[in-house]
């Protein structure tokens, strides 16, 4: 593990491991860099890349200075990506993809290529919008000490997560590590605000993006998400859009991983640490 000290003294822990340009990896709700889906992936990955995975504020080793702004999140995001030597690629996952994203607009000179998976937009009536209060809610369970009560809310009505399965996760041996970031689901509502009540994207929202981006949906996921990753890919200046077949929210690294090493390796954009790649 190494830490660094984000622009408000938050210190935020990571892990980097392989050899190559740097790429670091943004995980979503509920995730950690010890806990999650982007450990799998950055071993794989780490015979192309320098790979970096890093707890968000409020997670694992990372600090969590108040009061919450998605700009800490991004200047902790700028902070990792400064320790690599910057710039570098990034790949974020569902609200990691979000916030990824508004990073990429904020700091472009940090960010040499984006890849995102399935950002958890709501873009049309496929499923009922995310609640106006949605942060509100999650904010009172918790400070009622409801921690699982918030992690049910959460998947249930904003994740969409069938209630069968919400009924049947305190069983599980991973319950207990969904609890302990249960206070950092706020933070991920909020990054998503604004593009969860089933309307449009704005195009003009991005219009600063620069960074070459990719948008990858799962083609076994539900058809909002994957309407939500078509819609963003059209609102995003020359992005691309493609689908992995036979792959859910819960993607798998193993055919993941492939897609992001070819998109981050391809010729002609602008490459991590500086320049173009030829």
């Known amino acids: 593990m190494k830490t660094v000290t984000s622009k408000d003294g938050t210190t935020i822990a990571y892990d980097q491991t392989g050899t190559g340009p740097p790429l670091v990896l943004v995980d979503g ?17 780490a015979d192309r890349f320098t790979v970096v995975t890093y707890d968000r504020r409020g ?18 995001l700028a902070a990792v990506i400064d320790a690599t030597g910057g710039p570098a690629y990034v790949y974020g996952i569902s609200s990691g993809a979000g916030l990824a994203l508004e990073a990429a607009c904020a700091v472009p000179a940090k960010v040499a290529k984006l890849a995102l998976y399935e950002p958890s937009f709501v873009v ?45 996760m305190p069983l599980m041996p991973a319950w207990g590590k969904l609890k302990a970031v249960a206070h950092t689901l706020p933070y991920d509502l909020t990054i998503m605000d604004g593009g969860q009540q089933g309307r449009p994207l704005p195009a003009s929202r991005w219009a600063s993006l620069t960074a ?14 994957q309407n939500a990753a078509r819609a963003l890919a059209r609102a995003l200046p020359g992005a691309s859009h493609q689908t992995l077949p036979g792959q859910t929210h819960i ?19 602008r490459s991590a640490r500086g ?3 030829q």
């Open 29 to 45: 709700a509920l995730n950690s860099r010890v806990f999650g889906l982007n450990g799998p992936l950055a071993a794989i990955l």
């Open 59 to 76: 997670r694992g080793d990372s600090g969590d200075t108040p009061p919450y702004a998605v700009q800490r999140e991004i200047e902790d």
């Open 124 to 168: 049309d009536d496929t499923r009922p919008p995310v609640p106006a209060d949605a942060v509100g809610q999650v904010t009172d369970l918790l400070a009622r000490g409801r921690r699982g009560a918030a992690v049910r809310l959460f998947l249930r009505q904003d994740a969409q997560v069938p209630a069968m399965v919400v009924s049947l």
């Open 212 to 225: 070459p981006t990719l948008v990858i949906a799962g083609g076994k996921s539900p058809t909002w998400l």
């Open 251 to 269: 993607v798998k690294p193993k055919p993941l991983a492939p897609v992001l090493a070819e998109f981050f390796s391809a010729p002609g954009n």
């Open 275 to 277: 320049g173009t790649a």
